[in-house]
């Protein structure tokens, strides 16, 4: 079995000041993870994904997460939030090996806020 | 090069109705997803397709069902609708059904059951 936990329903920080958002993962196998970006009104955009190659994952927009597998976390951080950033924000487990029982859980979501 | 699409983009149905969303993946990708989004909460994995065949599928009654088609273009059938089945229903396409390929979001079909 798999299931992944957002931390936070809502973050706040002001344009600058680092971004960290938190997840948690349980999983029965070697998991993959995910985060995805998603914008008001706009699809669903891959941010960065971790398929057991290096633990410390760089994506797009400066974003970067690293895996702990001792803790289950992949957490998602940006050294300096823009108040392009602001939008909810899903991380996401998938079994790492083939199956034909694939499953894709997602988180409920975090939603980033960027003050002034 | 055109991305996900999905059709139609609003839908309007009455509880008990049945209703079909299609869609159609990026060119040359053979696996196609289908999640609920139900407002203010993640996306809910359904179904997931590859060479017409189920190779996943999530905590769904029966209600629920789809298919994938020899172009992979998939379509996404739910009977006897109700009230909670109200959602966005966005489809997503890969490559190959692995970890390792990126999935692709279509805009959503956003579903309204009254």
């Known amino acids: 079995a798999q299931s992944v936990t957002q931390l936070d329903s809502h973050v706040s920080v002001s344009e600058g000041t680092p971004v960290l958002l938190r997840c948690n993962y349980s999983?029965?196998?070697?998991?993959?993870l995910f985060w995805y970006v998603q914008h008001p009104n706009k699809g669903l955009q891959l941010l960065l994904k971790?398929?057991?190659?290096?633990?410390l994952v760089k994506g797009i927009n400066g974003f970067e997460a690293e895996f702990k597998k001792s803790e289950t976390s992949f957490h998602l951080t940006k050294p300096s939030a823009h108040m392009s950033d602001a939008a909810e924000y899903f991380c996401?487990?998938?079994?790492?090996?083939?199956?034909?029982?694939?499953?894709?859980?997602f988180g409920k979501g975090t939603r980033l806020h960027i003050l002034p | 090069d055109a991305g996900v699409t999905q059709s139609p983009t609003h839908l309007i149905k009455t509880r008990g109705q049945h209703v079909t969303l299609r869609c159609s993946p990026i060119?040359?990708?053979?696996?196609v997803s289908w999640y609920q989004q139900v407002l203010g909460q993640g996306p809910q994995f359904i179904f997931q397709?590859?060479?017409?065949?189920?190779?996943g599928r999530g905590n769904f009654p029966d209600r629920f069902s789809a298919r994938q088609f020899p172009n992979y273009s998939s379509e996404l059938n739910v009977n006897a609708l109700l009230l909670g089945d109200s959602a966005l229903y966005l489809c997503?396409?890969?490559?190959?059904?692995?970890?390792?390929?990126?999935?692709?979001f279509g805009p959503g079909t956003r579903l309204t059951v009254t």
């Open positions: 997503a396409s890969s490559l190959l059904p692995l970890h390792s390929y990126e999935q692709y």
């Open positions: 999983s029965s196998y070697s998991p993959s």
């Open positions: 971790y398929t057991s190659a290096a633990t």
């Open positions: 996401v487990v998938r079994r790492a090996e083939a199956d034909r029982d694939d499953k894709i859980i």
């Open positions: 060119s040359g990708h053979k696996s």
């Open positions: 397709y590859y060479e017409k065949e189920e190779r």
